[in-house]
């Protein structure tokens, strides 16, 4: 009855938390998709690094300095050659052949430059909406961008977890006897490690990289999906459509696939929610530990875990900015799980 409605009564009979949580979960997901558009820093993994503008405070703009790379030397070998053509300015005047300007960290020298031949120089502007972090780079894309890959980690683990317990729950339910003990037998000592060293585990066996924390996170969320699918179809095996299936001579694998199964994606949606608001904080705290997406690239985990230190400081936006975005995602899903749980709830009641 549940999965027969359409998708805007669905939304429309949602509580108006449940909705608000929906809607912030869709422009969220939105701003992931397009971050590698959107972000104020274009760069692979928004990695523009300058430490001259390190830690500024949230909307600060600074003017930047545009000469020609190749007149500019990195100051180090692991230095991107592309960052030295942006110098940052605290000041700076036009005059006759060019400019005249004082450099960010350089309070004391003013310096000219002068467009040389088949090279133009010219300053442009910036507006740091969340300030820089301690390496210089803007945080709002960072976060743009660490969102991205969470959220993006979030649905792999789920599609992951829901593969893999609907498989074993569905067994274990409409088969029972010896098949339901060893796969009950199996769900019980997952759950008895905790969460996070099971992730820990999966991650040092299977390697460092992308895929590897999708399986790492999905293979550790499993069992919740298994044990309630496991008790859907111990229900649903006795009813009688799944009886008639029997006797009609249907295979076993028809009828959980088209009997069973279909009169249980509801709650399996519910659980999905949970499991990806689980999903998050999986994956952040397995970047929190340095075991998750390894640098440059961003990671709301990785983010709080750099600048914890500062939370007692003026900077402390720069922990509490991701941890903010975390709570966010995950107390949306709750919010929305919880909705359609209760949604199911009144849809049942009055069928």
Same mark, same amino acid.
């Given at each position: 009855?549940? /999965?027969? +409605? $359409?998708?805007?009564?669905? #939304? =429309?009979?949602?509580? !108006?938390?449940?909705? %608000?949580?929906?809607? &912030?979960?869709?422009?969220?997901?939105?701003?992931?998709?397009?971050?590698?558009?959107?972000?104020?820093?274009?760069?692979?993994?928004?990695?523009?690094?300058?430490?001259?503008?390190?830690?500024?405070?949230?909307?600060?703009?600074?003017?930047?300095?545009?000469?020609?790379?190749?007149?500019?030397?990195?100051?180090?070998?692991?230095?991107?050659?592309?960052?030295?053509?942006?110098?940052?300015?605290?000041?700076?005047?036009?005059?006759?052949?060019?400019?005249?300007?004082?450099?960010?960290?350089?309070?004391?020298?003013?310096?000219?430059?002068?467009?040389?031949?088949?090279?133009?120089?010219?300053?442009?502007?910036?507006?740091?909406?969340?300030?820089?972090?301690?390496?210089?780079?803007?945080?709002?894309?960072?976060?743009? /961008?660490? +969102? $991205?890959?969470?959220?993006? #980690? =979030?649905?792999?683990? !789920?599609?992951?977890? %829901?593969?893999?317990? &609907?498989?074993?729950?569905?067994?274990?339910?409409?088969?029972?006897?010896?098949?339901?003990?060893?796969?009950?037998?199996?769900?019980?000592?997952?759950?008895?490690?905790?969460?996070?060293?099971?992730?820990?585990?999966?991650?040092?066996?299977?390697?460092?990289?992308?895929?590897?924390?999708?399986?790492?996170?999905?293979?550790?969320?499993?069992?919740?999906?298994?044990?309630?699918?496991?008790?859907?179809?111990?229900?649903?095996?006795?009813?009688?459509?799944?009886?008639?299936?029997?006797?009609?001579?249907?295979?076993?694998?028809?009828?959980?696939?088209?009997?069973?199964?279909?009169?249980?994606?509801?709650?399996?949606?519910?659980?999905?929610?949970?499991?990806?608001?689980?999903?998050?904080?999986?994956?952040?705290?397995?970047?929190?530990?340095?075991?998750?997406?390894?640098?440059?690239?961003?990671?709301?985990?990785?983010?709080?875990?750099?600048?914890?230190?500062?939370?007692?400081?003026?900077?402390?936006?720069?922990?509490?900015?991701?941890?903010?975005?975390?709570?966010?995602?995950?107390?949306?899903?709750?919010?929305?799980?919880?909705?359609?749980?209760?949604?199911?709830?009144?849809?049942?009641?009055?069928?």
């Amino acid at each position: 009855m549940f /999965l027969k +409605m $359409r998708l805007w009564n669905i #939304i =429309g009979r949602l509580s !108006v938390a449940s909705r %608000l949580s929906l809607w &912030i979960l869709f422009a969220l997901g939105l701003l992931s998709v397009l971050a590698p558009w959107v972000s104020p820093d274009s760069t692979p993994d928004a990695n523009r690094q300058d430490v001259r503008i390190r830690t500024l405070e949230p909307a600060r703009s600074v003017d930047f300095l545009i000469e020609p790379r190749s007149s500019v030397e990195p100051r180090s070998s692991v230095e991107p050659r592309h960052s030295q053509s942006r110098i940052p300015l605290s000041w700076y005047e036009p005059n006759q052949t060019g400019f005249r300007y004082v450099v960010w960290d350089q309070p004391y020298d003013t310096l000219s430059v002068s467009p040389s031949a088949g090279h133009s120089i010219s300053i442009e502007s910036q507006t740091f909406w969340f300030g820089t972090d301690l390496m210089g780079r803007d945080l709002l894309s960072r976060l743009l /961008l660490g +969102m $991205r890959s969470t959220l993006k #980690i =979030g649905v792999f683990a !789920v599609l992951v977890s %829901l593969l893999v317990g &609907i498989f074993i729950g569905i067994l274990a339910g409409y088969f029972g006897g010896k098949v339901d003990q060893i796969l009950t037998w199996l769900m019980q000592v997952v759950w008895s490690v905790p969460s996070i060293m099971l992730v820990i585990a999966f991650s040092l066996a299977l390697g460092r990289g992308a895929w590897q924390i999708y399986l790492a996170v999905g293979l550790t969320l499993w069992v919740d999906v298994a044990r309630l699918v496991r008790g859907e179809a111990r229900r649903l095996r006795e009813q009688e459509f799944v009886q008639a299936a029997q006797v009609l001579g249907y295979s076993s694998i028809r009828i959980m696939m088209h009997h069973l199964l279909p009169n249980m994606l509801g709650p399996i949606l519910i659980m999905a929610a949970a499991q990806f608001a689980s999903a998050i904080l999986v994956e952040s705290g397995l970047s929190f530990l340095g075991l998750g997406i390894q640098p440059p690239a961003p990671s709301l985990g990785m983010m709080i875990r750099e600048h914890y230190p500062y939370i007692l400081t003026r900077s402390a936006w720069l922990a509490i900015a991701p941890g903010v975005v975390i709570s966010l995602m995950v107390l949306t899903c709750n919010l929305l799980s919880t909705g359609m749980s209760d949604l199911l709830g009144r849809v049942e009641k009055k069928s």
